[in-house]
């Protein structure tokens, strides 16, 4: 079969298996989860020996190590592929649930109730867990998915898939509700971004060039996660210590990811008495600085900061900063240069809380907290299929509620329309 | 200016008016859309004399009589676009509103709180009302909207662009907050359609083929609206005197609208005794059949159903009818032919009840109710700006919550990331 055909009939049977998994009880879905982890368990040498073909050949491609790592299914690995099954296995079963009801003055009764998307298309880069942890929320959730992992790790993917397979079909569902799709031909991803007959959501998670290219090739709607550029803004009042530990906890405690801080903006008034203290803390950590002028001069190892380091990810233990006249000047760069993923206010001044808090319009907005918590584990909701910097349907970490849509449910007894 | 400059113009202009109206008061946006009011009450005159440039034209150029009264502005239209407004003006503001809120075990408390989608694109065919009720719902919920009417109505539209910039300049807000584009130019669609970076959701209103343009050449995420091919499944246990009246008004009240009922599907143990009887009073009304044999036999006036009858909207007093074995016959009927709209029940039956709103998943699932209230105003959402067949973000009819999303707020006292 062409790529062409193979992709088409397997959206084909993702749609029909989609029906199903819909109407899948809970218990059942549930089991199908904790079936799958005690087959990642008992097949964990099968896996590994997989993964290690897709190891040799990375090297022997000359990947960079940090490819390779990423690649690698360690014991440690499996072990969390395990945990998190077993973690969505407990979480609440969003399809069914009410969100809200209300009565008509006609009698009618007017309902919201959650129901699965139904057919989500995952395409992801090159760590192998992305398969069983998104596979698994989608499940839950009543979905099916198309898994489209990197061609790197096709044998990792395949041999998990197999696993996920076996679970399905002893639980008398079927193995189309999780289908990992076996070619590695670019031109897969193109067909699958072409079926929205029959696939409801695409959702990218890997580099910006992968999902500026979904998102170009798209016929689907796509949730996407572009770059998080977080601010934490130290503000007049700010209780210096606490700024303090938020400013360490939001730049260093992981500096490669979507929610660490990378522009830290200070109050005039407090620049001189927090930046130096700050900074040396922060820069014996490793942390080198970008500073407005006024910033350099209280931070003597600080480079001068360019136009081009505000809107920067550095994703790196690099740090821009700037000094503000006010919280206003402080919302208006996070205007312009910022990316709508996480900000931080840290303050003690009641109206400038509820202010940053009403005005700043990005995912997630803190008061007094590290931007590191933007994370579906962090903020309540389980476990997540990513964060969302697109406004429409989900805004920020993605749990199972937002793997669901709603349908109205009217109870009546005859009513008509006047 | 080119039609590209002046669209991308319009963009950026938008995406700025978008940022003010976020923060802008309930009380002036309500201001605003009463004052919109007034100006159309004062400006009739005008309004119609502009309309009637258009009118002439329509007529000129041959358009249908159908189309060239969709195209007038009456005294009644006038009446119900300040009816419109006074009502959207006092609907509840979405913006802020906090959907729930929960405690973390580390003492963070996490809200979604109510925000607007940004600047909203509508794409409408001839009625020039939709412009005062587009804009009106999305203003109320805080976004800038860019409206392109078709070309026919080109001198209504803008006269009416100018009464709302009008009450927009009065309230001290921008102007680019609604614009009306005013270039006849299709290529302005396809411009717009592109701008990505500015406009956060595009809303088609319109036939098919505008729908599948707008899905076709967009890059920015759509709601959109396909067709509604409505059934009422009448089961074993139904009251036969309610399933009259529920599908003579499915059916008959207004047979032109998405919510009307097309197929009308029957348990075979009551066909005998409820289809000539309903067949009778939808007969002396207009209805034709397209009738399965078995419906045919009890049905004197019935012509033959093809494959092509199953899944048509007719639009029209056409009702197709089926005998089928039970329940499961009929979702099955509903899940290979339906459009994922608008379906009802009549049933007695407790169990029944309750598995047809589990399993049915489209928009809009009734019990013992017409399919007529598959409506904004009808199920208590306000005014509506369509309704959706679009799983993501909005399933069904959109109110003015459907024109925000929820952003997070945390409120710690200096937590940070363990």
């Known amino acids: 079969m062409s790529t062409e055909a193979t992709i088409i009939a397997m959206a084909k049977a993702a749609k029909a298996a989609a029906k199903k998994m819909a109407a899948c009880p809970t218990a059942k879905k549930n089991a199908v989860l904790l079936q799958i982890a005690q087959g990642l368990e008992q097949s964990a040498k099968f896996i590994q020996s997989e993964n290690l073909k897709d190891v040799e050949n990375a090297k022997a491609k000359g990947l960079s190590a940090a490819m390779v790592d990423r690649l690698k299914v360690t014991d440690s690995t499996i072990r969390s592929m395990i945990t998190g099954l077993t973690e969505v296995a407990q979480l609440h079963d969003p399809v069914g649930a009410v969100t809200s009801t209300w009565m008509r003055p006609n009698g009618l009764q007017v ?9 989500i298309g995952i395409i992801y880069e090159s760590r192998p867990n992305v398969t069983i942890d998104a596979a698994a929320l989608c ?71 992968l999902i500026r ?32 530990e938020i400013c360490f906890n939001a730049k260093v405690q992981r500096p490669g990811v979507c929610n660490a801080m990378e522009t ?31 910033s350099c001069r209280l931070i003597p190892k600080a480079e001068p900061a360019t136009e081009a380091d505000w809107p920067e990810e550095y994703l ?62 962090q903020l309540g909701l389980g476990a997540e299929i990513g964060i969302s910097t697109t406004k429409l349907h989900a805004f920020g970490p993605m749990g199972v509620d937002e793997l669901t849509t709603t349908k109205f449910v009217v109870y009546g007894d005859g009513q008509v329309r006047q």
């Open 139 to 209: 499940l839950k959730a009543g979905n099916a998915t198309i898994l489209r992992g990197g061609s790197e790790a096709i044998h990792s993917n395949q041999a998990l898939a197999a696993i996920v397979a076996g679970a399905l079909t002893n639980a008398g569902l079927p193995t189309e509700a999780v289908q990992v799709i076996p070619i590695t031909d670019r031109n897969a991803v193109t067909v699958l971004l072409k079926q929205d007959e029959c696939i409801d959501l695409i959702i990218p998670r890997g580099g910006e060039s």
């Open 213 to 244: 290219f979904v998102v170009e090739n798209s016929k689907i709607p796509v949730l996407k996660h572009y770059k998080g550029v977080c601010h934490v803004y130290v503000d007049a009042s700010a209780d210096l210590a606490m700024a303090e």
């Open 316 to 377: 790196d233990l690099i740090l821009a900063v700037k000094v503000v006249d006010n919280m206003d000047a402080a919302m208006e760069h996070i205007a312009a240069y910022g990316s709508d993923h996480t900000e931080t206010i840290v303050t003690a001044d009641y109206e400038r809380a509820r202010s940053f808090v009403r005005q700043v319009n990005s995912s997630v907005v803190l008061v007094n907290a590290s931007t590191r918590f933007n994370d579906g584990g």
């Open 264 to 294: 830290l903006l200070v109050h005039r008034s407090m620049a001189a008495a927090f930046l130096p203290r700050m900074a040396a803390r922060l820069g014996a950590a490793g942390v080198r600085f970008r500073g407005c002028p006024e």
């Open 111 to 119: 309902a919201r109730m959650r129901i699965p998307l139904g057919v």
